[in-house]
T-cell receptor, first 117, second 115 residues
Framework: AQSVTQLDSQVPVFEEAPVELRCNYS??????LFWYVQYPNQGLQLLLK??????LVKGINGFEAEFNKSQTSFHLRKPSVHISDTAEYFC???????????????FGQGTILTVHP | GAGVSQSPSNKVTEKGKDVELRCDPI?????LYWYRQSLGQGLEFLIY????????KSGLPSDRFSAERTGGSVSTLTIQRTQQEDSAVYLC?????????????FGPGTRLTVT
């Protein structure tokens, strides 16, 4: 079965600094990878996704992530964060392990990003 | 257009009572998912609907949990004889089809507190 590990539960950073949120996954088959953001008292919003092709994917709000198959990682990065980026971020994987052929997502535990002025 | 909506937004119930949580997916979305978000457990898959049928109920934690979907639209998650460990945020998501690549749209969730 697939699993997703987000290595940092909390990441504090100052405004305009760069940030990297780490995500590692385990799966024995091809995977699709996603990053979601959850603002307080809201549902999850898709930031970006890797389906195939270029390993560097760009998403909304200036975020990008790089798929590294050899390291089974999909780290999220932003070169300069804003106060408004304060939220919880979830990495998720979808694959067809076990015969699953629909979009069931397995999520990491989440990383709380706090941007300080 | 309208997104996924869920009701109620908050529900406080006494241990042992039954609760019903409602999800209204985006119109035309055939796939619908329920997830549970709780402290220490993260986001857990509960059940998947394609149309009105549920091919995967593997995430339902006990037989106190059930769900249905009618008219290929609204879904209701029912928890019978609620326990304190059922306290969590219940999230619903829908997508236009069942493909793994199809984008899922999440509702704001229902926060359930069992006292």
């Amino acid at each position: 079965a697939q699993s997703v590990t987000q290595l940092d539960s909390q990441v504090p950073v100052f405004e305009e600094a760069p940030v990297e949120l780490r995500c590692n996954y385990s799966s024995s088959v091809s995977v699709y990878l996603f990053w979601y953001v959850q603002y307080p008292n809201q549902g999850l919003q898709l930031l970006l996704k890797y389906l195939s092709g270029s390993t560097l994917v760009k998403g909304i709000n200036g975020f990008e992530a790089e798929f590294n198959k050899s390291q089974t990682s999909f780290h999220l990065r932003k070169p300069s964060v804003h106060i408004s980026d304060t939220a919880e971020y979830f990495c998720a994987v979808s694959d067809n392990a076990g015969g699953t052929s629909y979009g069931k997502l397995t999520f990491g535990q989440g990383t709380i990003l706090t941007v300080h002025p | 257009g309208a997104g996924v909506s869920q009701s109620p937004s908050n529900k406080v119930t006494e241990k042992g009572k039954d609760v019903e949580l409602r999800c209204d997916p985006i119109s035309g979305h055939t796939a619908l998912y329920w997830y549970r978000q709780s402290l220490g457990q993260g986001l857990e898959f509960l059940i998947y609907f394609q149309g009105n049928s549920a091919p995967d109920k593997s995430g339902l934690p006990s037989d106190r949990f059930s769900a249905e979907r009618t008219g290929g639209s609204v879904s209701t998650l029912t928890i019978q004889r609620t326990q304190q460990e059922d306290s969590a945020v219940y999230l619903c998501a829908s997508s236009y089809d069942r493909l793994m690549t199809a984008e899922k749209y999440f509702g704001p969730g229902t926060r359930l507190t069992v006292t």
